[in-house]
């Protein structure tokens, strides 16, 4: 059974950058697509991007701009999310996922709360 | 970006009585392959949501049977058969078939 985990720090200053780490474990990271999502009371459920488990394409929601970055390590079985420039519209509670190609997450981290905040 | 839009927004239900949530697409969620491109996840309390249903009608692995998806194009619909307490949660769905992936605004199931 895949177990996720996300990990980073819990607050961040205003205009700083968002760091999170998710950590895959229990399954195979090959065949995959790894996704971002995060929660708020204002925006619900959004989709912020995903990586193919080679690192060799990823998707971005347009919605933040340039300010989004994702990655990842196989040798670790890690996948990361970067946000750059975050105000407080960004405070969130951040998931991680596993996908196919088109959707159907079958498995989500716990989630971590990141507040913006100074 | 192709917009969800679910209704209702809040849904009391009786245990043992059916239940049902629309969702409606901006855009046809019908692919050329002929699948449609919908899931439905139900977030239950205090946890991350799980998936329930994909491409439209497709139960996801060990989801109970009183749970079923349909619809094509842009309208769809999830149906719980017979409501049981464990079902309540926020339940929402998803078009995975054009980025950016996006979500309906959710649907809150809890008991009358």
């Known amino acids: 059974q895949v177990h996720l985990q996300e990990s980073g720090p819990g607050l961040v200053q205003p205009s700083e950058t968002l760091s999170l780490i998710c950590t895959v474990s229990g399954g195979s990271f090959s065949g995959y697509f790894w996704s971002w999502i995060r929660q708020s009371p204002g925006r619900g459920l959004e989709w912020l991007g995903n990586i193919d488990y080679s690192g060799g394409g990823t998707n971005y929601n347009p919605s933040l701009e340039s300010r989004v970055t994702i990655s990842v390590d196989t040798s670790k079985s890690q996948f990361y999310l970067t946000l750059t420039s975050v105000t407080a519209a960004d405070t969130a509670v951040y998931y991680c996922?596993?996908?196919?190609?088109?959707?159907?997450?079958?498995?989500w981290g716990q989630g971590t709360l990141v507040s913006v905040s100074s | 970006d192709i917009v969800m839009t679910q209704s209702p927004l809040s849904l009391p239900v009786t245990p043992g009585e059916p239940a049902s949530i629309s969702c409606r697409s901006s855009q046809s969620l019908l692919h050329n392959n002929g699948y449609n491109y919908v899931d439905w996840y139900l977030q239950k309390p205090g946890q991350s949501p799980q998936l329930l249903i994909y491409m439209g009608s497709h139960r996801a692995s060990g989801v109970p049977d009183r749970f079923s998806g349909g619809g094509s194009g842009t309208d769809f619909t999830l149906k719980i058969s017979r409501v049981e307490a464990e079902d309540v949660g926020v339940y929402y769905c998803?078009?995975?078939?054009?980025?950016?992936?996006?979500f309906g605004q959710g649907t809150t199931v809890d008991i009358k």
């Open positions: 996922a596993r996908s196919f190609e088109r959707g159907l997450f079958d498995s």
């Open positions: 998803m078009q995975p078939l054009q980025t950016p992936w996006t």
